[in-house]
């Protein structure tokens, strides 16, 4: 187990620094081309539907934008894919909504051979969770696992204040939980988990609004104790933002259903390198991020 209070890990949080490229910085600085320990593509709130625009949301246009992204990551090679929730949107019956999860889990599957999934609100509108688990061929709503020397955390926020799993239209989408039963799982998990860890979310946990979990602040109490958290990726609210709580960034990302055509995409490469380094290369509308390490 690492020690939370060893140098390195105490200089990434308190040290480190952030440039955001493209925006106003002068100054960009310049690290070596080592090759990272893990890289990954990042993508979220697909919301594939066979069904006509509404408002800002283009549900058909998501398979060329999947596609393009898979290209991108094919340039890239990561070691894997994550899709940061609401993979699908809602349908009026469950027949619908699985021919929705099929035809975006295949498109999917041939750009990402190794992909995780997390669940989104959207995801269990009409489905069950085992029936969306079954769709994308993921056994667990939360796990976690290990990818050259990092901890990977996918938690699930699909749970009312009740406790009762989000299933067929029977919970409002701002009453998102993560129930008591996960926390104590993630508790043990962080607990033994070795070296870095990076975090996925669907709902966010740096907000107090309709698009954060509403028990947010006992699961950040959760991460900051580890001290091994370096970065919360997370989706929901469709825009690209940036919040740095207790030493941990929280990252959320641009969604792929938004706006028509190629130029409103929007998807990600990270980069996670030895020493606290993390880059996010962003593509299209997705923001980049370069964090620096010790």
């Known amino acids: 187990m690492s020690d939370p209070s060893s140098p390195t890990r105490r200089s990434f949080l308190q040290q480190g620094s952030l440039w955001l490229v493209g925006t106003s910085c002068s100054t960009?600085?310049?690290?070596s081309a080592e090759k990272p320990l893990v890289s990954l593509g990042l993508l979220t709130d697909l919301h594939y539907a066979d069904k006509d625009p509404k408002g800002t949301r283009h549900y058909r246009e998501t398979l060329a934008k999947l596609e393009e992204a898979g290209e991108f990551f094919a340039g890239k090679a990561p070691d894997f894919v994550v899709e940061l929730g609401d993979v699908i949107d809602a349908a009026d019956s469950v027949e619908t909504e699985l021919g929705y999860l099929r035809?975006?889990?295949?498109?999917?599957?041939?750009i990402a051979p190794v992909r995780h999934h997390v669940l989104g609100n959207h995801c269990v509108d009409t489905l069950t969770k085992t029936e969306f688990l079954d769709g994308v061929g993921q056994e667990r709503s939360y796990y976690s696992f290990d990818q050259g020397g990092v901890h990977f955390v996918v938690l699930d926020a699909c749970f009312r204040s009740d406790g009762v799993a989000y299933e067929r239209k029977n919970f409002d989408w701002k009453d998102p939980n993560v129930p008591p039963a996960e926390l104590e799982w993630l508790r043990g998990d962080l607990a033994e988990a070795k070296g870095e860890v990076v975090v996925f979310a669907h709902q966010r946990l740096d907000v107090a609004d309709s698009h954060g979990v509403?028990?947010?602040?006992?699961?950040?109490?959760?991460?900051?104790?580890?001290?091994?958290v370096a970065a919360v990726f997370q989706g929901h609210s469709h825009q690209n933002a940036l919040k740095d709580l207790?030493?941990?960034?929280?990252?959320?990302?641009?969604?792929?259903?938004?706006?028509?055509?190629?130029?409103?995409?929007?998807?990600?490469?990270?980069?996670v390198h030895a020493g606290g380094r993390m880059k996010l290369t962003g593509s299209r509308m997705q923001q980049t991020y370069d964090w620096a390490g010790v």
């Not at 960009?28 to 690290?31: G, L, R, S």
């Not at 509403?214 to 091994?228: C, D, F, Q, T």
Request: charged share 20%.
């Open 28 to 31: 960009v600085p310049v690290f």
């Open 103 to 110: 035809r975006i889990s295949g498109a999917f599957s041939a």
């Open 214 to 228: 509403r028990n947010a602040p006992e699961v950040r109490s959760i991460l900051e104790a580890s001290g091994k």
């Open 246 to 271: 207790g030493g941990i960034h929280y990252v959320t990302l641009r969604a792929m259903v938004e706006g028509s055509g190629a130029e409103n995409n929007g998807y990600s490469l990270l980069e």
